[in-house]
Structure formats: C-alpha cells, structure tokens
C-alpha cells in the first residue's frame, strides 16, 4: 500500500493556515504513541481526523490542549512555533477542546461554568449581571435553550455539549477541537450540532473533528488526516468513499505474531458444546438484544469500537453489573444476574480491562493475589489454608513464568505484563472453564503478549473457552476462532476465522444501526450526569 | 515486663522470633513503632527513677487495656479502608446494658455479658449494614452510632452510673496478686486480633477489600457481608473493652470513654496501619496502644500538665505517622 505517496509535500502554506504540526513525536514509557504526525488546519475548516482506536487521536490533540508535550517535532500557530505548556497556553493561542468527557461542574450553574475562574468582576465580587448576560449572548449564538442561571447537572447530554460549545466561544476561540462529539447524541441533537459546526466555520474558526461514523465525515468535513499507529498515513478529501477510508485506516498486514493453533473441533465431540451461551442480554443504555455462545476449545474475539458495549457486556455477564433482560447459560443452566459468585461458580472467570483498578490488589504481594479467588475455596471452619495457598501460588507462577523477586513481591512492582499474568492466574487457579479476557494484551510488551497468546491455545487445548475483548484488530483476527463485532450496543455481526479481515471487522464496526441507536444513545444521556 | 509481653505476641505475628541480636536490630529498623517505643521507654527509664519498676509497668499495661481492645477492633475496620468513630460510645453503652441487666434487672452474669457483647455486635451489624447496603461513608455510619449508642446509653442508666455485679468488678484484680486481669484481656484480645487477621477468611478479606474493593469484589470476595463482619467485629471489640473499663471504675458510668475513639484510631495507625486501607497489623496496633499509655504514664511521673501532655500526645502521633512515611518513601 503505497499510502505515503498521497502524503501533501511540507512546504505549501496557504496565507490562511491556522495551526500546523510538523513530524510530532511523543512516547510514553514503553509505548510510541505519535512516530511523527503532521497536520495543518486552515481558518473556516472542518478537518477530520480518522483512524482506529489506540491510532493517536487522542494524544494527538492532548498536545494542542496542552495536556501533553510533543518529545519532537514542532507546533505552529499563525506561522510561528509555539510551546503549549498547558490550558493557559492553549486558551492564550484560541485552541479550545470539548473531550468525550465533559468538563463541566454539576452543581454551578451554566454561566458559572462558561466563564469559570474568569467570571467577570466588580470590586473584587462576581458581577453576576454581566455574567449572565454575556451568557445568554454566547447560548444564543449556539442557538440552545438553556438559562445561564440553570444548574449543569439538570441538563441532558446533548445540552452539556452545547454548554461546553459556548464556553470555548468565551474564550474566543480560533481552533476548536471536537472529540467524538456526535458519540452521544440523537440524529436530530447531531443535526443541530452540524449546524452549529457550520456556522463557526463560516466564521472563520477552523474546526479539528473526531469521529467514528464515516458518514459524517463527507457531511460535514472538508478534508481529512488518517493516523495509523502513531502516524499520520495520509491526508485524503472529505468526499472520499467510505470503503477507501476504512482501507486507509486499517491499511496493514497481520504479521505472524499472532500463534492461534487452530485445532479442528470435531463435530459431536467436546469441542462443540456450548460451555457460554447467551442470549436476548440487554440493559437499556448500554447494549441490546446480544446473543451469542462460546464453545468448549474455541476462542471468540468480541471486536468493535470503544463504546461500543464490550466491556458492558462481559462485566454483565460475569455478574459484576446487572442487566435488565436476558439470559446467561453455563453448560445449560442459568445464572442468576448481577451474582459475580453465581458466575464464579459456574465456571467464568474476568479478567477485566483496567488491570491496576480491578484486576490486582496492588500493594499485596503475588501470592496474596493469586489466591485471591480461590480464597473461599481454601477456607475451612473459617480458617485458610495460607500453606497451602502458598504451594498453589508457587506452582501456577512457575508455569505461567512470572517474573518475580519472590512471592511476597507487591505486584505493583512489576510489569505490566507478568502483572496480567498474575490476574489470569488467579483465575487459572480457580479452574475457571470460561475466560472472559478483556484487552488482555493492553499496554504490555510483545514478549509478553505472545507468552499469553501461548496461553490461550494451552487453555482452548485442554477444553477451556476464551472470549477476547480486544480493541486490536490485528491481535482479534490472529487469535480467534470466530469474531464477534459489536457497534452501538449491538451485535453488528459475527465473522467466521476465514472471512475475519480487517475491513469486514472495520465495516460491521462503525455499522450505523438505524433505530436502536437512538434509544441507546438517549438512555446514555441521562446516565451520570 | 512489658517489652515480654511485645516479644511474645509479636513472635505470634510473624514467624521469625526475635533471636540474635541482629535479628532484633533488623526488626527495629523494620518497625518504625518498636523502636519508637523502646526509645520512649529508655527516655522514661532515664527521666525518671520510678518508671522502671514492675509495679509501673503493669499499671502502663492496664492503662493501654481498653485502648488496645478497641484498636485491636478499630484494626479490621482500618485495614478494610473503613473508619470507625464508635466504638468510645458502643463501649459505655454495652458496659450499661452490662449493669442494668444483672444490677436494676438481676439477670444472671453471664446473661448480662452475653447481652452486653451482642449489644456491641448489634451496633456494628447497624453501622456495617448501613455502610453495604444503605452505602453511606463509613464516617457518617459510625458517627450517627457514636450519637446514638451514647444517647441509648443515657437513656438506659437515666445518666446516673450504675453498679456493676462483684464477679465483673473482679475483672479489674489481678491473678495471683500481681498480674492485673485486664493486661491479660488484652493479650488474649491482641492474639484474636493476630489470628483472624492473618489466618481467617475474613481477614484476608479484610486486606483485600482495603487494598481494592473492585478487585476483591470482581475476585468473588462477598464485600457486602465482609463489611458486616467488620463492623460487628469492631463492635464485639468495643463491648469487650467498656466491661474492662466498667470493672476498672467498679461502676458503668454512661459517660465513661468519651473521646476513647480517637485514642483507639491514632494507636492503630501509630502502629503502622494505613487509613486509606489494605495495610496493619495487630502487633502494630498493640504497639501504638502502648507507645499512648507509656506517654500518659511518662508524663504523669514527670509531673507535666495534663494541658502540656495533650500537646506532646498530639506531636508524637504526628512524629510517629510522619517519620513511618518517610521510611516508607526511602
């Protein structure tokens, strides 16, 4: 794929270049988030930035916010390079950015949060009028009815959005950066938004626009910039066709890293019982109608876009969260919802996304850990069998080669990768025959990642069942036997192994599933906040 | 006398007994409270020639009594990232349940001191429920309980002190003429405290709730009722302590362990506990009761001001905090 050639040379500026970002780098430890990116933004534009999760999207404008520091390259404004040390920095140059998260505070009121901590003063007091009225004006100019003197945390989503609009128009910004903002909205609050878009960029603000709906992007963008591991692959018109997007951003080859053993289920045998089936799980907000199984032996790789209601799922499933319709069957018999020992029980173990918060008890040593789950289990009359929770531990750490100092090593002093070692452990212990695996691979090194994959394939070898969350698509099409793509809160579709590529992944995953997304989308709305 | 009885239950905490005098050396470099406490009491020794004797080392062990059994209850709470301001009031309540059953009502003994402990059971069951499942903080539960165990315990007592049976009075006498029966609660209260924490399920539930609830509670750890154990514990603990306190005064007075609570608090986390959870030990916690009463008692003999010793209490907590923080970071 010669995608470097559409790359547009350096030197062309055009006299109404906004902002530019010439070969920006930065790594964190471990990991090169961005390997040089260039990017420009003209005045009265709307530039989209496209790629997959973990592209460097969100580091990207973390850098123009002021969040994070480039380790190199250069930042340009108005044709000069800047330092953007911070939100003083990015404010003083015009740059404004709206997150997925909103920054707002729940109990001020609407006009307190646009012009928090530069409320506008007379002898020393907060001039409430002025205030006031200065944020009527600026709710006028978005168009939203909402009252500066309501309170944030009685507005829905859409209107938190719109409130976080007129606070950048506050600080009269140049460069607004909009990440995923139609993520929460309905068709109509996205219209609106749309309308609002336009209407800045007749003003002339250049607009930086993050998205995962591919519709959108010839709706609304003028041109945009595709990352892919960190760099910026291409720079295409907005008018470009959808498939010829997905191409560019997933635009790469499996590498044989990934080293599934695929074994043959033999029809009528143990491989082909269902040992997880689920189905009809919903719960309003979140995910609906999913259905699926998992068979003894086989490994099912959930993909889809962040947000898209993997991790809700699983979580409900193993009965960490409740759900409000539905059904989940361990080798046929019926678990109880929102019971994590029900499922514990049965057979399922989680190992959850966030690693650190939930998956290990940090300042307790590996041995601690590993028995963690089995902990009821080694109990009797009340006492544990600490030596015998001790000889287990030594016995699984050894053969999941964690490196340690020893067993009464805090885990928190590990890596990342013999820390998630630790976590599957436990579960390992608990001789769990479905391992629910969310982002297992997240955030460790290579060399740790194929002692897991090895893993896996021990376990689907001896008759264990494996459900792969996964948000990389290379790590998803290596590893699974069948891959489910969740988009929106629903199943979007399932892949068999064979017909399992990349695009097909990428195209059910920012699937539009007209109907229920509003629903999904309005219930999300009134949650939290 | 006193060091003894430290050695001995710390042997109990952890299987290396201090032997050689390396070993003694590397266990005050790894326990900031030790060494706290042996300095305290060689300064003491040193200040004043009264404070070495046997007699006062026993009376030091009988003032840390009630203190330590209510930290040693305090300590499973803390260790589980919880707090519990209590257990002052949930000991003078109990002590009162204690006498106006067997007293005003003639209960059998032994009846009475059922209903006194499960009278502290019962707060902590309250306190414990309303944290799982009313989800209330911690520090409000065990405040509103604060106010309502001393407030039940007026209204039982009419507020006036009630006498308490001769056969719990006996409590505060010694064994055999010289070893005081609360020293001796107290050790048999730390060795409790020692073996749920280290050996039962809910013990290592404890460390695992305080160090990540998620976690624990994603690793099949019933947290919900793990709390009500906690709380009860705590609670059981605070009964115990207010019939030792009871048996001391010869009388339970409803007034009696004001404040008890922040004595209890500040001697399990001088002992090295950490309140935001996962970390302490019942060792530490007896260390700290003792490190409280070896001041009191220092003090007393040196004739400083009950004012003065206040402000020197409230130095040496934070002192003792900051100085095993700083060792930590190293």
């Given at each position: 794929m010669s995608t470097q050639s559409a790359t547009k040379p350096l030197s062309v500026k055009s006299a109404s270049e906004l902002l530019r970002m010439e070969g920006v780098r930065k790594t964190f430890p471990g990991v090169v988030a961005l390997d040089g990116v260039d990017f420009d933004l003209r005045r009265g534009e709307v530039h989209v930035l496209l790629g997959e999760n973990g592209a460097g999207k969100s580091t990207l404008i973390k850098m123009l916010s002021g969040a994070h520091r480039p380790d190199g390259g250069r930042i340009l404004v108005d044709g000069s390079p800047v330092r953007i040390h911070g939100a003083q920095d990015a404010e003083r140059l015009g740059i404004a950015t709206i997150y997925q998260e909103f920054n707002l505070v729940p109990d001020l009121s609407v006009a307190e949060n646009i012009f928090l901590g530069r409320q506008p003063r007379r002898l020393g007091l907060i001039d409430r009028k002025?205030?006031?009225?200065?944020?009527?004006?600026?709710?006028?100019?978005?168009?939203?009815?909402?009252?500066?003197?309501?309170?944030?945390?009685?507005?829905?989503?859409?209107?938190?959005?719109?409130?976080?609009?007129?606070?950048?128009?506050?600080?009269?910004?140049?460069?607004?950066?909009?990440?995923?903002?139609?993520?929460?909205?309905?068709?109509?609050?996205?219209?609106?938004?749309?309308?609002?878009?336009?209407?800045l960029r007749a003003d002339g603000v250049g607009i930086v626009f993050i998205t995962h709906h591919l519709e959108e992007i010839a709706a609304l963008g003028d041109r945009v910039t595709v990352l892919r591991d960190g760099r910026s692959v291409t720079q295409v018109p907005a008018a470009t066709e959808q498939d010829e997007l997905v191409r560019l951003m997933v635009?790469?080859?499996?590498?044989?890293?990934y080293p599934r053993e695929r074994t043959a289920p033999a029809a009528g045998t143990a491989a082909a019982v269902p040992l997880l089936k689920v189905e009809g799980l919903t719960r309003r907000g979140s995910f609906q109608d999913i259905s699926f199984e998992v068979r003894a032996g086989e490994v099912v790789g959930l993909a889809g876009l962040v947000g898209?209601?993997?991790?809700?799922?699983?979580?409900?499933?193993?009965?960490?969260?409740?759900?409000?319709?539905?059904t989940v069957r361990v080798l046929g018999k019926r678990l109880p919802g929102r019971d994590v020992n029900a499922a514990m029980d049965a057979g399922i173990g989680l190992v959850p996304e966030d690693r650190k918060g939930q998956g290990l008890v940090l300042d307790a040593s590996v041995h601690e850990n590993l028995g963690l789950v089995t902990l009821r289990r080694a109990t009797r009359a009340g006492l544990v069998d600490r030596a015998g929770q001790r000889r287990a531990a030594a016995r699984i750490s050894e053969q999941?080669?964690?490196?340690?100092?020893?067993?009464?090593?805090?885990?928190?002093?590990?890596?990342?990768?013999?820390?998630?070692?630790?976590?599957?452990?436990?579960?390992?212990?608990?001789?769990?025959?479905?391992?629910?695996?969310?982002?297992?691979?997240?955030?460790?090194?290579?060399?740790?990642?194929?002692?897991?994959?090895?893993?896996?394939?021990?376990?689907?070898?001896?008759?264990?069942?494996?459900?792969?969350?996964?948000?990389?698509?290379?790590?998803?099409?290596?590893?699974?036997?069948?891959?489910?793509?969740?988009?929106?809160?629903?199943?979007?579709?399932?892949?068999?192994?064979?017909?399992?590529?990349?695009?097909?992944?990428?195209?059910?995953?920012?699937?539009?599933?007209?109907?229920?997304?509003?629903?999904?989308?309005?219930?999300e709305g009134s949650r939290g906040h | 006398m006193a060091t003894d009885t430290l050695k001995t239950s710390n042997a109990h905490q952890s299987p290396k007994a201090p032997g050689g005098s390396a070993v003694l050396r590397r266990v005050l470099l790894d326990n900031g409270a030790l060494s706290a406490l042996v300095v305290l009491v060689g300064v003491m020794s040193l200040m004043s020639g009264d404070f070495l004797t046997t007699q006062n080392l026993l009376n030091v062990g009988v003032q840390a009594a009630v203190t330590a059994i209510l930290a040693f209850g305090v300590t499973f709470v803390?260790?589980?990232?919880?707090?519990?301001?209590?257990?002052?009031?949930?000991?003078?309540?109990?002590?009162?349940?204690?006498?106006?059953?067997?007293?005003?009502?003639?209960?059998?003994?032994?009846?009475?001191?059922?209903?006194?402990?499960?009278?502290?059971?019962?707060?902590?069951?309250?306190?414990?429920?309303?944290?799982?499942?009313?989800?209330?903080?911690?520090?409000?539960?065990?405040?509103?309980?604060?106010?309502?165990?001393?407030?039940?315990?007026?209204?039982?007592?009419?507020?006036?002190?009630?006498?308490?049976?001769?056969?719990?009075?006996?409590?505060?006498?010694?064994?055999?003429?010289?070893?005081?029966?609360?020293?001796?609660?107290?050790?048999?209260?730390?060795?409790?405290?020692?073996?749920?924490?280290?050996?039962?399920?809910?013990?290592?539930?404890?460390?695992?709730?305080?160090?990540?609830?998620?976690?624990?509670?994603?690793?099949?750890?019933?947290?919900?009722?793990?709390?009500?154990?906690?709380?009860?514990?705590?609670?059981?603990?605070?009964?115990?302590?207010?019939?030792?306190?009871?048996?001391?005064?010869?009388?339970?007075?409803?007034?009696?362990?004001?404040?008890?609570?922040?004595?209890?608090?500040?001697?399990?986390?001088?002992?090295?506990?950490s309140l935001s959870g996962g970390v302490g030990k019942a060792s530490g916690t007896l260390i700290g009761a003792l490190i409280l009463a070896v001041l009191r008692n220092g003090l007393n003999l040196l004739s400083v001001s009950a004012f003065w010793q206040q402000v020197v209490i409230g130095v040496v907590i934070a002192l003792a905090v900051l100085v095993d923080s700083l060792r930590r970071r190293a």
């Open positions: 002025t205030m006031n009225a200065r944020a009527a004006e600026l709710l006028a100019r978005v168009g939203v009815d909402v009252s500066p003197t309501d309170r944030v945390r009685e507005l829905g989503i859409a209107r938190l959005q719109m409130v976080e609009i007129a606070k950048a128009l506050s600080l009269d910004a140049r460069v607004l950066i909009m990440d995923e903002p139609t993520a929460v909205l309905t068709t109509e609050e996205v219209d609106k938004l749309f309308r609002i878009v336009r209407a635009g790469r080859s499996i590498e044989q890293q898209a209601g993997r991790t809700e799922v699983v979580r409900a499933v193993f009965g960490a969260d409740p759900y409000d319709s539905g999941l080669a964690v490196r340690m100092a020893g067993l009464d090593q805090r885990v928190r002093t590990l890596s990342g990768g013999n820390q998630q070692k630790v976590v599957i452990g436990k579960w390992l212990l608990a001789d769990s025959k479905v391992l629910i695996l969310d982002e297992p691979t997240r955030g460790i090194d290579v060399g740790a990642k194929v002692e897991i994959y090895q893993l896996i394939n021990e376990l689907t070898a001896s008759g264990h069942a494996v459900l792969m969350i996964s948000s990389d698509l290379p790590e998803v099409l290596g590893m699974s036997d069948r891959v489910l793509v969740m988009a929106q809160g629903r199943i979007a579709g399932e892949l068999g192994a064979q017909e399992a590529t990349q695009d097909a992944v990428m195209a059910l995953a920012v699937k539009d599933i007209k109907g229920v997304t509003e629903d999904v989308k309005e219930m | 803390i260790v589980s990232a919880g707090i519990d301001l209590s257990v002052g009031s949930v000991a003078a309540l109990s002590a009162t349940v204690l006498a106006w059953s067997a007293t005003s009502q003639g209960l059998p003994v032994w009846l009475a001191v059922i209903l006194a402990v499960g009278t502290g059971i019962l707060c902590g069951l309250v306190s414990g429920a309303l944290i799982s499942f009313g989800k209330l903080p911690p520090f409000i539960a065990t405040l509103a309980m604060l106010s309502i165990g001393r407030g039940l315990a007026l209204v039982i007592s009419q507020g006036s002190p009630i006498e308490i049976p001769e056969s719990v009075a006996r409590l505060g006498d010694t064994l055999g003429g010289w070893l005081p029966v609360p020293v001796i609660v107290m050790i048999a209260m730390g060795l409790i405290t020692g073996a749920v924490l280290a050996r039962t399920y809910s013990g290592r539930a404890m460390y695992a709730i305080g160090g990540n609830e998620e976690a624990a509670r994603l690793s099949g750890i019933r947290v919900k009722r793990q709390k009500l154990v906690i709380y009860a514990l705590s609670g059981g603990f605070a009964a115990i302590a207010g019939i030792v306190l009871a048996s001391r005064l010869a009388s339970a007075q409803p007034q009696a362990a004001v404040g008890y609570e922040l004595d209890a608090i500040a001697a399990v986390v001088i002992g090295g506990a």
